[in-house]
């Protein structure tokens, strides 16, 4: 059986629908950002929190679970600058807390879920898994720690993982039964969206000065359902041995700038968007563009999706929110 912490979370839940098909699924989540009625039907809910060790002790004497896969963080930059304690509480303490109960009920598979974020502010154009990691703020920070942590505990304790380090998912489920959905949200894509859909008056571009060709912010979009079919490939590769201390971006390796973004947004949906160009926000790199030259050696994943057909799903899953 496979635990999946934060199942009902946007990139978590997606990964459930995928891997339900061929695995006995437990989903382990507080609902404090996820959605219930994301969880597929076909897994088995336990409602707690991460932190909590004796509920976790509970949960790892019910079930045989095999492997953990841990989505459950904060995850909003802005928020770890305003309130750092909270993402070291959450995100690093309560992950610490999560391994040690793993660790006493022999459970040494683990998949977790980590950050473009890791790497700062990069010197290169295109980054690799050896680019140096020095984030620049502390939900980078609270990745990167849990990154150390597990290669320690791996020494020390036989721990078997992979950490994927995300770029910037989007998308939603093809069926577009799940979808994007945060409180509140920050994220480009789906803000355009909603603007588009008129729950918006504007769009706001955060900084048009950078050194990049059109002045504004570079990032490399991936789908979530490409994401999810890259976890299942790690788990696959743990669960049999191939791996088992490997760290894997996942991105498309394809940058876009949030000028194209929005005008992507407005060739999918025909509408024209209304535009403010603001100050940059604290903490946002140029450019952040992945190379999952390694990912696709190593496991064969590579990204299906590109832009359009991301805000394509996205904008079908926004016209028609199901939560
Ligand atoms: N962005 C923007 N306006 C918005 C939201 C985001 O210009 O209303 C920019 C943001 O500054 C960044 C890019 O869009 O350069 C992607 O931001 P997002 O929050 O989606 O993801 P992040 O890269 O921070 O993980």
């Not at 976790?56 to 770890?80: C, K, R, W």
């Not at 010197?123 to 990154?147: A, C």
Request: proline letters at 3%; hydrophobic letters at 40%.
């Amino acid at each position: 059986m496979i635990l999946v912490i934060g199942g009902a979370g946007y990139i978590g839940s997606h990964l459930v629908k995928e891997l339900v098909v061929s695995k006995k699924v437990i989903v382990l989540d507080n609902l404090s950002t996820g959605h219930l009625s994301a969880i597929d039907n076909r897994a088995v809910f336990v409602e707690g929190d991460l932190g909590d060790r004796k509920f976790l002790d509970e949960i790892f004497t019910q079930y045989p679970i095999d492997a953990v896969m841990h989505f459950a963080a904060n995850s909003l930059v802005g928020e770890s600058v305003i309130d750092p304690c909270k993402y070291y509480q959450n995100n690093v303490a309560s992950t610490l807390t999560l391994l040690e109960v793993m660790l006493k009920h022999n459970v040494k598979k683990f998949i977790f879920s980590s950050t473009a974020a890791t790497y700062g502010i990069p010197n290169v154009h295109i980054i690799n898994e050896d680019t140096i990691t020095n984030p620049i703020n502390p939900y980078g920070q609270s990745k990167l720690m849990i990154e150390k942590i597990l290669a320690d505990f791996s020494k020390a304790y036989n721990l078997e993982y992979v950490i994927f380090r995300y770029f910037n998912a989007a998308g939603a489920f093809e069926s577009a039964e799940i979808g994007e959905k945060h409180y509140p949200e920050t994220h480009l894509i789906p803000l355009v969206l909603q603007h588009l859909l008129g729950k918006r008056e504007q769009i706001a571009i955060f900084g048009s000065d950078y050194d990049t060709p059109d002045g504004t912010c570079i990032r490399d979009y991936i789908h979530v359902t490409d994401l999810a079919r890259a976890h299942i490939l790690g788990l696959e590769a743990l669960l049999d041995n191939k791996v088992s201390t490997e760290t894997y971006n996942l991105g498309n390796g394809l940058g876009f700038s949030v000028k194209e973004v929005i005008e992507t947004c407005e060739k999918v949906t025909g509408i024209k968007a209304n535009i403010a160009l603001s100050d940059r926000r604290d903490g946002d790199p140029a450019r952040l563009v992945a190379s999952s030259e390694k990912v696709f050696n190593q496991l064969g994943w590579k990204a299906k999706y590109q832009l359009e057909d991301i805000i394509k799903s996205a904008w079908k899953w926004h016209e028609d929110e199901k939560f």
